[in-house]
């Protein structure tokens, strides 16, 4: 059967299909291997973590990133176009609120499903997809749903294209990450304090 030679424009719903389907299957496999470090701000939460093995999770993300764009962008006919941009009239303090809160939802997942173990943690690379799924059906119409660094980071790489605000997409992201992290500490020694 051949393709038709129309232009294919992805639904949002096929679009945070292929984001979250990879990482929900794999996430299992790679667990005992990486603890699960698939995006660049996962990795601003562990703070047992060595200073030497972050940097070497954060190249490792932004390396692997870039290659499976490369490897993207040469097995996919026409220009690359998943980098992550601004819709129309989308301001720039909208487009880092966005990013912010999509990344504070997806790093409260994996803190709470993860991080934290308890019983039901064999079923926290589910949860997690599943809310990466949410965050990507309501970001993806405005920002291009970054919500990683290393994914937003990648095209630009790879088609040599920067926006001007692409630096939200460092921001929020880690922003994100940093006030998730603020706010369950300060819950978690509020609870204490109180037992």
């Known amino acids: 059967m051949l393709l038709s030679t129309r232009t294919f424009y992805p639904t949002m719903l096929m679009f ?14 790679c667990s005992l291997v990486s603890s699960n470090q698939f ?17 070497r999770l954060g190249i490792a993300q932004f390396l692997g990133a870039i290659a499976a764009t490369a490897i993207l962008s040469g097995l996919t006919p026409g220009p690359l176009s998943v980098s992550p941009s601004l819709a129309s009239g989308v301001s720039i303090s909208q487009g880092l609120f966005i990013e912010t809160f999509g990344s504070m939802i997806l790093v409260l997942s ?15 690379p589910v949860g997690i997809g599943l809310t990466l799924f949410a965050v990507h059906l309501f970001a993806v119409q405005f920002t291009g749903s970054g919500v990683n660094t ?15 605000y692409h630096w939200i997409y ?9 006030l998730i992290d603020v706010i369950c500490e300060s819950l978690l020694l509020a609870f204490v304090s109180n037992c």
């Open 16 to 29: 945070a299909l292929t984001h979250i389907l990879p990482e929900t299957f794999l996430s299992p496999c």
């Open 39 to 55: 995006a660049s701000f996962y990795t601003v939460r562990r703070p047992f973590i060595t200073t030497c093995l972050l940097q």
């Open 110 to 124: 994996v803190l709470l499903l993860a991080i934290e173990k308890h019983t039901s943690s064999f079923l926290a």
């Open 150 to 164: 290393a994914r937003a980071f990648a095209p630009c790489v790879v088609t040599g294209k920067f926006e001007g």
């Open 170 to 178: 460092w921001v929020g992201p880690t922003l994100g990450a940093v």
